[in-house]
């Protein structure tokens, strides 16, 4: 697959300045340089949350001017979180602290960490060093002497002093020269390879640098291609890299679900307060401890809980009673302007349409097919052997058309077969009418139990692939296989293909012959069946139970949950639309 020119179509402007903090990042890690300074991608975890505490004090802005560089003085001067510019080197520094005197000024930048040891001494860390020069070279374009500087580490509450001198100054310099050409760069600098800085990282959630460098290696297997990210020349071998897992492999937060009529959401302080129709409070929960919030049928909700989550990036999904996905609100998170322009370039391209489509649904055959082996008492072996032989055909597919065909032939043998996923018996409940047995897959609407529990959970999924698509900076309203057509998120359908029956599937199958779901959690309106409040409570620990589920990724080799996952396949899916991957590797279990 050629590489996507996104650079060859996606302009960038140059900000005004960069700050000396970002300029220790593009030290640091290019990559991370990249995904901070140019996408405006920011993702905390416990260091920088520690680190943020950790600068509190000295945060705090100055109550007195700083001295002038002619200013006589018989003590020094110190000043608090005070910023300034060079404006010839377009460079701007937030200085932690500042000591002046008689023209005299000594930065003093806090870190975190611990300085390094080099032989019997401590000293300070590359990218440490340069933000401290640049600091440096700031003061002396204000009209100040700085011959010396000093970096706090906290953790060993350790100073290091430096000597400023001009062969400092000259290497900030070339390094700023280098992170202005990288700020207008669109295509990322490659991953780290096996690098110890990487578990640290708060972004590499994001960056995946294992699991792009194992990907690459696959693709190219023993032959040399162009360079994704220089496309005029040959690149090396990827190196063989075995992934780590370098997030926890569950979420901490939690979904919140309210589906009873009448409820009202607002907030108090930090916490969302659930209140029934008498104003009662029903329920307390703080923000930090959910992910998203769900809202089933009639439900109101302030205007200070929404911007609370809004700031907080928590998303809200609206749902009808019913379960119908409605839409979604989130904040202004998605920054990522390069990724969007890229998917919608890439979307006017017949051809990588296609390949996206044949992975997606040849996953989807596959997945279809383990469900079936892991789950029928007695699967046909002629309903096996032809979804195995649709999967390859599928993986082929030479036309937008065909593919179609080969999707539609596996569904019905597929869904042909899913009634005998599910235990014989008369009745979930004596006194009901309603049987748990399923003869074929119907929606617009759902005609009986087992279809309806499909339908809702394929909302479900529809509604946390959307999430996922916002988090990454995916437009969840573009998709590949699926066509745009007004309010569908065809990109978040297009992901839920291969997840459909490991996920959806699954906790159906789960929630019914575990009598989680009974029949007297069914009402009927004229031909159409749908779930009481009761119902859908209970399908919905079956789903949420499922996501929660730890899966061995076959390729990547660690566990992580299926909530974890969408994420995970959403951000190669955006690897591939920014050029560094080939070809988008669909999940696939065994």
């Given amino acids: 697959m050629p590489p996507i020119e ?301 911007q609370a989550l809004c700031r907080a990036e928590k998303p809200i999904c609206y749902f009808s009673y019913g379960g119908w996905f409605y839409g979604i609100t989130t904040g202004m998170n998605t920054k990522n302007v390069v990724l969007r322009k890229t998917q919608t370039i890439s979307s006017d391209w017949a051809w990588f349409r296609l390949i996206i489509a044949r992975s997606v649904i040849s996953g989807k055959i596959r997945n279809q097919r383990t469900l079936l082996m892991r789950n029928h008492p007695e699967p046909s072996e002629y309903v096996v052997d032809k979804l195995k032989q649709l999967a390859s055909k599928a993986q082929y597919a030479q036309s937008e058309e065909k593919l179609l065909g080969f999707e539609g032939f596996a569904a019905r043998i597929y869904f ?11 009745r979930q409940d004596e006194n009901s009418k309603f049987a748990f047995d399923f003869k074929s897959r119907n929606r617009r609407p759902p005609r009986d139990p087992v279809n309806a529990l499909l339908s809702y959970g394929y909302s479900l999924l529809t509604k946390d692939l959307t999430v996922a698509c916002y988090a990454v900076g995916l437009d969840p309203m573009l998709g590949f296989f699926h066509h745009p057509r007004h309010g569908r998120p065809a990109l978040a359908l297009d992901l839920m293909e291969p997840l459909r029956p490991l996920i959806v599937d699954s906790a159906v199958l789960s929630a019914v012959n575990t009598k989680m779901v009974r029949g007297r959690h069914v009402v009927t309106a004229g031909r159409a069946v749908a779930m009481t409040e009761k119902g859908r409570k209970a399908f919905l620990r079956a789903y949420e139970g499922r996501m929660d589920t730890l899966v061995t990724h076959p390729q990547l080799g660690y566990r992580v949950t299926y909530r974890r996952l969408l994420e995970i396949q959403a951000r190669l899916l955006a690897k591939v639309l920014d050029g560094e991957l080939h070809e988008y590797p669909a999940f696939v279990t065994r």
């Avoid at 000396?20 to 901070?36: D, G, K, Q, T, W």
């Avoid at 690149?235 to 780590?244: E, F, G, L, Q, S």
């Avoid at 930090?288 to 089933?296: F, G, K, M, R, T």
């Fill in 6 to 306: 996104s650079e060859a179509t996606v302009k960038l402007a140059e900000p005004d300045y960069l700050p000396a903090r970002m300029i220790n990042e593009f030290v640091y890690c290019p990559r991370l340089f990249h995904f901070e300074q140019v996408l405006g991608v920011f993702v905390h975890n416990q260091y920088t949350v520690e680190g943020a505490n950790q600068h509190k004090r000295v945060d705090k802005e100055a109550h007195k001017s700083a001295p002038r560089p002619t200013d006589v003085a018989e003590s020094p001067v110190v000043i608090r979180s005070m910023t300034l510019s060079s404006e010839q080197h377009r460079v701007i520094a937030k200085l932690d602290l500042a000591s002046f005197k008689d023209g005299m000024a000594t930065p003093i930048d806090y870190k975190r960490g611990a300085p390094r040891r080099s032989g019997d001494r401590n000293t300070a860390w590359p990218s440490d060093e340069v933000q401290l020069a640049i600091q440096a070279l700031v003061l002396r374009d204000n009209g100040y002497q700085c011959n010396e500087g000093v970096i706090y580490y906290h953790r060993t509450k350790q100073r290091v002093r430096l000597p400023i001198n001009e062969s400092m100054i000259d290497s900030a310099i070339e390094v700023i020269e280098q992170a202005w050409s990288a700020v207008t760069e669109t295509r990322l600098p490659p991953p780290l390879v096996d690098s110890p800085k990487c578990p640290g990282c708060s972004l590499v959630g994001v960056c995946l640098p294992d699991e792009t460098w194992w990907y690459l290696n696959e693709e190219q297997g023993n032959t040399v291609q162009p360079s994704l990210f220089e496309p005029d020349r040959t690149r090396d071998k990827p190196p063989k890299v075995n992934p780590r897992l370098l997030t926890a492999p569950r979420v901490d937060q939690r979904p919140l679900y309210l589906n009873t009529h009448g409820l009202r959401v607002g907030k108090s302080g930090d916490i969302l307060t659930v209140r029934g129709r008498g104003k009662k409070v029903v329920k307390e929960v703080r923000i930090n401890d959910i992910c998203q919030v769900n809202l089933l049928g009639n439900i109101q909700i302030t205007t200070q809980a929404v």
């Fill in 416 to 426: 042909g077969s899913f009634g005998g996923m599910i235990k014989r018996g008369p």
